[in-house]
């Protein structure tokens, strides 16, 4: 069975706090690796894709990605109250589904 | 349209009848996905498919459950003899190839009374 999972909070970090999310997967075959945003009663939207071990910037967002330790974050810089939401990580290992982790539920403090 | 759409946004029917949800994806994207999100829970995969190949049913919970697709065209899947479990939103993904980014619409909407 593969899985992904993350805390399911709610993390709460007051508003220009860096806020950080985990996620940890279990198949080693995993090649791909996304974080999506999802407000509630939306869809999710993509954030970020990071497919090498490292850290990826993207404005306030960075992902970091350590494949030997089955760990991938993201973190948001400067959190506002608008980045509330939940934070979903997925992974994919080519060729089949992705699969996603429960999700984070950050909540920013203005 | 830039997007992926899908119909109807909401749908509310009877224990026991049939529904037809349909997902319009992004002109060029080979890969569609559908995945039921019920209230406050994460996403659960359906089934996916990859242009001409046999999709990746696995993820459908019974056979009540069906999907069709026709090359890289709109996609429905349809629930015969709904449940009030089936209650959800159900939503559509489409990317360039397995492995991609996915990138979702805006969902329907399931409510069975």
């Known amino acids: 069975q593969k899985e992904v999972e993350q805390n399911s909070g709610p993390l709460s970090v007051p508003e220009g706090a860096i806020a950080s999310l985990n996620c940890t997967y279990s198949?080693?075959?995993?090649?791909?690796f996304f974080w999506y945003r999802q407000y509630s009663g939306k869809s999710p939207e993509l954030i970020m894709s990071i497919y090498s071990n490292g850290d990826k910037e993207d404005g306030r967002f960075t992902a970091q990605l350590n494949k030997a330790s089955q760990y991938v974050s993201l973190l948001i810089r400067d959190s506002q109250p608008s980045d509330s939401a939940t934070y979903l990580c997925a992974v994919n290992n080519y060729g089949q589904n992705f699969v996603f982790g429960p999700g984070t539920r950050l909540s920013v403090l203005p | 349209g830039a997007g992926v759409s899908q119909s109807p946004s909401n749908k509310v029917t009877e224990k026991g009848k049939d529904v037809e949800l349909r997902c319009d994806p992004i002109?060029?994207?080979?890969?569609l996905y559908w995945y039921r999100q019920r209230l406050g829970q994460g996403l659960e995969f359906l089934i996916y498919?990859?242009?001409?190949?046999?999709?990746?049913k696995s993820g459908l919970p019974s056979d009540r459950f069906s999907a069709e697709r026709t090359g890289e065209s709109v996609s429905t899947l349809t629930i015969q003899r709904t449940q009030q479990e089936d209650s959800a939103v159900y939503l559509c993904a489409g990317s360039g190839r397995v492995g991609d980014e996915q990138y979702f619409g805006p969902g329907t909407r399931l409510t069975v009374t």
């Open positions: 002109s060029g994207h080979t890969a």
């Open positions: 198949d080693r075959g995993s090649q791909s």
């Open positions: 498919f990859q242009g001409n190949s046999a999709p990746d």
